[in-house]
């Protein structure tokens, strides 16, 4: 079934009569004629059309999700350090600044993917300025200073560079820009809560400075219990059936080996740490281990939601983290009271998110 999902939004894509998402799974066996099904015309679309360095070719890229749905747009480059050129994407208002961040091999699109109940879009509405954070190796950030795309060098890098590089960069620059001055409300999800762990430890006074809280949507720090039930996308979430489509569309976006090798080293070893280079550690540390990346660093306030059935940020990894944080802490079960099955795609395509956004912005109008 998932095959056929995937032909057929292979086979629409970019052809504004053909119905391209459907109710139910079994109509999309038979959507061109099927009365559950209609044409999503943010299947397949950007951010905008037109992005920094980003060519869109084949005019398969002309709808704008954001601009679409009524709210204001900005597009901005980013230079990190070390070189990379990251899109960053901003919903702009007058209230508190909230820069999303999202998980692995996917972009921003992740918090614009179920219409108007999107994350960004109900943060807009309560009056939050929000900014979309994109990391490298992504279909947004996919330039270097130096480096061309395909060369081996430009994807040297895994979630530690993301965290030192990409989320100091990203926070330095809207840090800069708002116009209010108000510290930021970082909310990360994945691997967007992973990197958010690496800058707030090795950047510490950076993070004070710039930061009220970090919010983790299914923290993935720890993965002693982690699984990866990868057969396909209902495993990881109960989705809007209609969600799908756009999930197919835009992961994966794009991320390097090495970040898959950091990981499976976090679940070989059970420890939050620096990538193990094996006998070249001595020379790139000074130790035969790699560092350890200590959550007892952290000095800004942060809340940790779960899901009560995410195979990936399983619940006691995220205690683990809970304990060794010795900073203002809050966790919190997704939904506190079982009602629904919760994975770790339901943080941004579940047919339940409304259980996630009650606590979520119950946290967000208290920092």
Known sequence: MFLQILLLVSSTYGQSSQKNVCLNLADY?????????????????????????????????????IKRHGFPFESHQVITEDGYKLGLFRIKNSGRPVFLQHGIACTCLSFLSIGNNSLA?????????????????????????????????????????????????????????????????????????TASFVYAITRKNHSERN????????????????????????????????????????????????????????????????????????????????????????????????????AIGDEMDVFELFRRLMTKKIIKKIPESDETNFKHLDFLYGRDINYLYKPLFEIINAV
Request: aromatic share 14%; proline share 5%; net charge negative.
């Open 121 to 193: 879009f109900k943060l807009h509405n309560a009056g939050y300025d929000v900014w979309l954070g994109n990391f490298r190796g992504t279909i947004y950030s996919n330039k270097h200073n130096n480096s061309k795309i395909s060369e081996e060098n430009y994807w040297d890098f895994s979630f530690y560079e993301m965290g030192i590089y990409d989320v100091t960069a990203m926070i330095e620059f809207v840090s800069k820009t708002v116009e209010n001055k108000q510290k930021i409300i970082y909310i990360g999800h994945s691997m967007g809560t």
């Open 29 to 65: 066996a038979f959507s061109q004629l099927s009365t559950n099904c209609w044409h999503n015309p943010d299947v397949g679309s950007t951010p905008v059309s037109v992005l920094i360095e980003f060519q869109v070719k084949n005019n398969i890229f002309q709808s704008e999700i």
């Open 211 to 310: 930061l009220d809280a970090l919010i983790s949507l299914a923290p993935v720090v720890y993965l002693k219990h982690a699984y990866f039930p990868i057969s396909n996308f209902v495993s990881l979430a109960q989705p809007i059936q209609e969600s799908i489509p756009m999930f197919m569309t835009q992961a994966p976006a794009g991320t390097s080996m090495k970040t898959i090798q950091h990981y499976s080293q976090e679940i070989k070893t059970g420890q939050f740490q620096l990538f193990d280079y094996g006998t070249l550690n001595q020379g790139k540390y000074g130790s035969e281990n790699p560092p350890i990346l200590d959550p007892a660093q952290v000095q800004i306030p942060v809340y940790l939601l779960y899901g009560n059935k995410d």
